[in-house]
C-alpha cells in the first residue's frame, strides 16, 4: 500500500498545477463568455483549442492512457492525482489534457480490441483531439444496470451489420465534433447471459441514426461534456468490420472499460469536491452576516471541518484503488472500484451541498459553479449503474467471506 | 387544535380535485409542448390562460386572499389543504388559480397597506390575473437575511422617489406579463434599524429600470415562476404616492408578508412531495431489474415507508401553523412558521431525491418532474433566509425559556 | 382532525402537572437514594408506594384504561397528553398512575378477553397496583417479528394445559411485584398462519417456571420496570381456564394488544424528548467553554431549534393516530401506529444524543437520566418488531393503492 | 505515502492474529465467566494473566512504546494494524499485550518527561504488568476542553506539593491493581494560558485521595479499563520530586500524551468495527424471518456494503496519520489526528448500530458485545474533547489557508 507520488507523478503534478494556474483558471471566464455568445448551444468554447495545444506542447496529453506508445504510460497511482487536479476544473481542464469522457474509456477500447484498421481509423484521431466519441449502452425502457436486459439488435447481414434499437444518455454525442459512437447491442439474445452481446462501431453520419435531443440533468444540458442524447438507431447498416473483437463479446468489453471510468470519475470528483471546500471558505471568510464574517458561525465551521475529513478518507480510498488496479488488476480491485462508485459522489454532493448553502441563492445559480457540479455529483449516484446495486453486489461478497 | 376540514374545505378540495383530474392533469402535456414551441423562453403556455378562464369560472380563484371581498375569504387552515392540492402540480395549478408567488405576497400587502389608488391601478388587475408582479428584496452583494445590510436607497426629491440599487432574485420579474415591482429599499439609513427601510412601487417600463438577466436554479430559468431576476434601478424616478404605507415601513410590511407567503411555500411542497411519492410507487411497480418489480426490493420499500413517515408529519405541522396563525395571529404562530419553514424543504427534498433515484437515470432528466421540483425544494432552504438563520431564531426562543 | 385538548382532559392536565412538580420530579433524588441503598436490585423504591397513594387519591389512576368502570374511561386522545407528561419521569410517573407497561396492555387483555374470574383473579388486583405482570411473546431463537415462527408450546392435557419453552425480554418479569404472566405459544403449528397461537395465565410461582436472568440493554437493567426477563417454561401445568379467549385467538389477543401498547410508548417517548430538550437548554445555558455559554455556539443552537422541529412534528402525528383509534379503531389507524413506531423513537434517540453531547462526558453517566433514556429510546427501534419490519409493511400498503 | 505492512509488521500481525485465534478468543467466554463470578465488581478475570503471561513469551507485549529498549520499537505504521487487531476483543487483547488506555499514555509520559527515579519507581513495574495506572485531568463542573478551566491546584508546600480538587472520569483508577495516578493541576493560575498547568505523580494509598465512585457510560461500569473515578484529593502531599518536568509543562505534556493516545484510540476502533461488520454479516446469514435468511434483505445489504465502505476509508486515514506523525512528527499530524478524532468514533458508531438492528433485542443485551462496544465508541465522541471542539479547531486551521 504505497500511494506516494512519486519522481514522475511529482514532475507531472508540478507541471499540471501551473497549467491550471496559468491557462486553465484565467480560461474559464474566457469561455464562459464564449459559450454565451454561442449560437450553437452544444458548440465547445474556442479557448478550448488553445488549452488543448498549449497541453499537449507541455506533454500534458492523453495522460490517461496507460500505453506509453499512444498515452501517457501512467499507472493509475501515478495518473490518479492528475485527474484530481483536473477535476479543479472540470469544464475544461480534463478535455484540455485529452483525458476526457467518454473518449478515454472509448480510446481504452479501441487500444485494447480494436483491429489495425479501427486504430487508425478512429483511435488515431481520438489521441490528436480532432474529433469525439460517444458510447451508446444505455437504453430508455429497461433497467440497464442489468445487462441481459438490452434490446438494441445487432444484426449480421452478409458483409453488414444492421442495427435497430434506441439508446438514450449516450454522452459526447451532442458535441458537433463528435464523429463515432461504440453501440452496445445483442447479437445473439439466446446465448449464455454475458455473451448475448457485442460492440460496434458506427459513424456518427451513417443513414438510420438520428440524434433526437440531449437529456438533461437537473436543467443542465452538459454540454460540456458533449451532452447526453437519445439516438435512434433504425436499420443502420455498417460494414462487418465494424465489430469490436467479436460476437459476445460485448459484455467484457464494458467490463473492462468501466473499472477506469469509474476511478477517472472518482478522481474528478475529488478534485471537484477540493475546490467545492475552497470556494465554501473564501466565501466563508468574505461573506458578512449580523455583523462578522458567516467564517466564524459555528454551523460553517462544522461544514468546513466535516468536508475536510470526507475528502481526505476519500481521496485514499481512490488511492487505494488504483493501487490495487495496479498491482492486483481490476477485478482484483473490484470491491474497491464498488466501494468508491459508491462513496465518492455522495462524499463530494455532501461538500457542494455544503458549498451551496454558504454561498445562498447565489449558490444554486449560474454566478457560482457550485449547482452544476452538484447536479453532476448527483447524477454519478446513478450513472454506471445506480448505488443500490453496486451496495447489493459488494454486501454479496462481504457476506460470501462467512458462507 | 382542530385540523379538520370543515365543510367549506371539504366542498372546495372536491371542486379543486376534480378541476386537478379534469384540467389541470391533462393540461401538463401540453403545457410542456407549447412551451417547448414558444419562442421567447419567458413565455407562458397558451393552456394557462384556458386554465385560469376555468378557474376562475368555477369560483376557484383567490382563494389565498383571506379579504372575502376580493379572494377566497378562507382561513389559512381552509387554504392549506386546496395549496397542498396545487403543489401537485406546481407549475400550472396555482397560477391557474391566481395562487401563485409572488403575486400572492404582493396582492396581500397592496390589500393590507396600498392606497385606494394603489389598490385600484395595481391590485385589481392583479386579482383578474390580467397583469403579474415582482417583488424585489434580495440584493446580490450583501447577506439580505440581516435587513440592515440593504443598499438600495429610496430616497425623496420633491413629489417623487429616486431609487438607486440592485437587485437580484426578484421572482417573477422576467414573465412577460410582469408589469408591476414592489421594492425594498432604505429611506433613512440613520434610523433605528427596523425603521429605514420603506416599500415602493414601480412600474417594470420605468426608465432606469433595467432587467439583466434570469437567475438560475440547478440549470433551470424557473420561468414557469416568471424566473428570478438580477435588476439595476439606475435613478428610477416614481410619484411619491408609489410609497407604500410610508417611510420606514418597508421591514414592517416585508414582516407581514413572509407569514404567509412561508407557508404557503410549504402547503404547495406537501402537495410536491405527495407526486413525488406517487410517482415513486408507480415507478416501483412497473421497472422490473433482476427479474422483479424494484417495489420488491427492501430498500425501495424503506425509501416509500419513509417518505410516509416524512410526509405525515411534516403536513400536520404546516396544518398546526395554519391554525394557529388564524387564532393567534401570525406573531404568535411566529415559531412554527419558523420550524415549518427549516423541516418542509428538508423533508421534500428527501422524499425528491428517492423518487429520483428510483427512476434511475431519467429521474433526473426533462422526461419527469422530479429534478425541477428537487431544484425548487432545494432552493427553499435559501429562500427568504437561509435555514440556518431560522435555527439559530428558534434555538434563542427555545432557550428564553430557561432564561 | 380534532386534536384540540377538551375540558376534561385540560383538568386532567392541570392536575397532574401539579401532580409532577409537588410529587413526582421531588421523589426522583429520593428514589435514586432508596434504590442505591436497596439490597435487591430489582427491588422498586419505597417512595413509589407514596406517589401511587397519591396519584390514586387525586383520581389520576388507571388513567389508560377506556373503560370508566375500571380505568379513566378516557380515549386516546385524551389520554395521549397525559401520558406524554409522565414521560418527562419515565421511572417513577407512569408507575405511580398505574399506567406503566406492561401491565397496561395486559390490563387491557384482560378487560377485553377475561373470564370473570381471570379479571377477578388477575385484573383486580392490577388495578389495585398490588401486583405486576409480564408479558412473555419473545423468544431467543427465533425472529419473533414473525409470528409463526413462535416454538412454545402450549398443549391440552385433561383439564391442564401444559407450557414448553423458553421466553426471553418478558418486561417486568423481574419485578419482585409481579405475580402472573402471560404467555404466547402455539396450541396448533398446523393452523391457518394466524390460528395457531393463543395465550395463557401463567402465575409466576408455578412450579417448572425458571426466571434465568435479567435482559440488560446498554448495560442496564431496566429494573424501573421489572427487567426483562429470560424464562424457561418446563412442563409448567397450569387449569385449562387459564386461556385467555381460546385456542388460536393468540395472535388476534397480540394484534389487539400492541396498537395501544405501541401509542403509549410514543406518548411517553414526546414527554422525553421535551425533558431532554429542556436539560439541554439549561446545561447550554449554565456550561462556559471557551469564555461564553455553550447556548451561543451556533451547532448548539441547531441542535435545539431541529429538536423543536422534530418534537413538533412526532406529537402531531401521535395526536392524530390516537384520534384515529378514536373515531376509525386501531385497525384504521394501521398505517398511523406503525409510522409513529417508526418515527418517534428515531426522533427521541437524536434529541437525546444531541442532549448527552451538550452535556460532555456527564451526559453519557449516571448523573443525568440522558444516557438511560437514550438506550430505551434506542431499544423501542427494536421491540414490538424491528423498524425495518415495520416500513417494509407501511410501503407494501402505500404501494397498494396503485397496483 | 506508504502505508504498506512492512516485514516486521507482517511477521508480528501473523504472530498476533495466532495469538487472537489460540488463546484470546477462546479466553473471552472464560474471562465473562470468571467476572460473572467474582466479588468485586472491578476485579479483572484471572485468564487475563495467562494471556499476558504468554504474550510476553511470545513477545507480544509493549508493542505500543516506540522505545525499542523498554516496548516494541515500532513506529506508529507498524503498530496500528496491531493495535487494530487488538480492538477485536477489546476487553482482553489490548491489556493482555501491556497496550491498554491509559497505561500506554501515561508510560509515554514517563519514558519521555520522567527522571530516573520517576521511572523506576513507575514505570518499571508499569511496563512488567505488575501495576496499572490513571490518568486524571477532566474535572466535573468546567468543560475540561479548554484547559485554562481547571481548577485542581498543586502548590508548593516546603519539599512537597499539596494537591486539592476533584477529578472525574479518571481512567482506570478503579482497577484494583491501580497503583498510581498522573495528576494535572495548576501550579500558577496566573500565567500564561498553557503555562500554568502542572503534572505530578500521586500514589493511588497517599492520604487524601478518596476515590469516591466509578463513572458509569450507558448503564456500564467500564471495569475492563479500570472505570472512570470520581476522586477527590483533599490536602494531598506528595514529595516535590513527584512533579513531571517541571511547573508550567502539564500542558505541553498533555499535548504530547493525546496525539498517540487518539490514534490507539481509533486503531482499535477500526478492530471494533471490523469485529462489529462480522458479527453482523454471521448474523444476517443465520438468522430467518418471513422465510429467509435476512442476509438476502435488501436493507441488510445496505448496512454491510456501506460498513464496509466506511471501514475502509476509516482505516486508510488512520494509517495515514501513524504514516505523517512517523514522518513529521506529532504537530504536523494535527489535521489528521482531528480528523479521525473526528470520523473514526462516528464511523464504528454507526457500524455498531447496524450491527445492532441486525441482531434484534439481543443486539442491545448482554448476549452479545455490540451494545458495550456501542457505548464506548459513543463516548469517544466525548472523551479528550467533544467532537465539536475538534471541528471548530480543524476549520479553523483550513480557513487559515485562505486568509
Not at 228 to 256: C, K, S, T, W, Y
Not at 365 to 391: M, Y
Request: proline share 5%.
Amino acid at each position: 500500500m504505497d500511494f506516494a507520488y512519486d519522481a514522475k507523478t511529482e514532475e507531472l503534478r508540478d507541471k499540471l498545477l501551473r497549467f491550471m494556474d496559468e491557462f486553465v483558471y484565467p480560461a474559464e471566464p474566457v469561455a464562459e463568455r464564449q459559450l454565451a455568445d454561442a449560437e450553437d448551444p452544444w458548440a465547445r468554447p474556442a479557448v478550448l483549442e488553445e488549452l488543448k495545444a498549449e497541453a499537449r506542447r507541455q506533454g500534458l496529453w492523453n495522460l490517461f492512457l496507460p500505453d506509453p506508445e499512444h498515452g501517457g504510460g501512467l499507472t493509475n497511482l501515478q495518473y490518479a492525482p492528475l485527474a484530481e487536479i483536473t477535476g479543479r476544473s472540470p469544464h475544461l481542464a480534463p478535455e484540455a489534457l485529452n483525458c476526457a469522457a467518454p473518449d478515454t474509456g472509448n480510446m481504452e477500447v479501441l487500444a485494447m480490441f480494436g483491429t489495425e484498421q479501427q486504430r487508425k481509423q478512429w483511435l488515431r484521431p481520438l489521441l490528436d483531439g480532432e474529433i469525439r466519441s460517444a458510447f451508446c449502452m444505455t437504453e430508455p425502457d429497461v433497467a440497464s444496470s442489468d445487462a441481459t436486459n438490452i434490446a438494441t439488435s445487432i444484426t449480421r447481414d452478409g458483409d453488414e451489420y444492421v442495427i435497430n434499437g434506441t439508446k438514450w444518455w449516450s454522452s459526447g454525442a451532442m458535441n458537433p465534433n463528435c464523429a463515432i459512437f461504440i453501440v452496445m447491442g445483442k447479437t445473439d439474445p439466446d446465448a449464455d447471459r454475458h455473451r448475448q452481446q457485442a460492440m460496434i462501431l458506427v459513424p456518427r453520419d451513417t443513414p438510420g441514426v438520428h440524434v433526437k435531443r440531449g437529456m438533461h440533468v437537473f436543467g443542465y444540458t452538459d454540454a460540456s461534456h458533449g451532452g447526453h442524447a437519445e439516438i435512434v438507431f433504425d436499420d443502420v447498416r455498417v460494414p462487418a468490420d465494424n465489430l469490436i473483437a467479436g460476437e459476445g463479446e460485448g459484455f467484457a468489453i464494458a467490463q473492462a472499460r468501466l473499472g477506469p471510468g469509474r476511478i477517472h470519475h472518482c478522481m474528478r470528483l475529488i478534485g471537484i469536491a477540493e475546490r467545492a471546500l475552497e470556494l465554501m471558505c473564501r466565501r466563508a471568510i468574505s461573506r458578512v452576516a449580523f455583523g462578522r464574517p458567516i467564517a466564524r458561525q459555528g454551523v460553517v465551521q462544522e461544514w468546513i471541518a466535516e468536508s475536510r475529513v470526507r475528502i481526505e478518507q476519500a481521496r485514499l480510498l481512490v488511492l487505494k484503488t488504483a493501487w490495487l488496479m495496479d498491482t492486483v488488476g481490476n477485478k482484483g480491485a473490484h470491491t474497491e472500484i464498488q466501494a468508491i462508485k459508491i462513496g465518492t459522489p455522495l462524499m463530494a454532493e455532501w461538500v457542494l451541498d455544503k458549498a451551496i448553502q454558504a454561498h445562498g441563492a447565489g449558490g444554486v445559480s449560474q454566478d457560482f459553479p457550485l449547482a452544476e457540479l452538484w447536479a453532476a455529483a448527483r447524477t454519478l449516484r446513478l450513472a454506471d449503474g445506480p448505488d443500490e446495486v453496486h451496495r447489493m453486489s459488494l454486501a454479496k461478497r462481504e457476506l460470501k467471506r462467512y458462507l
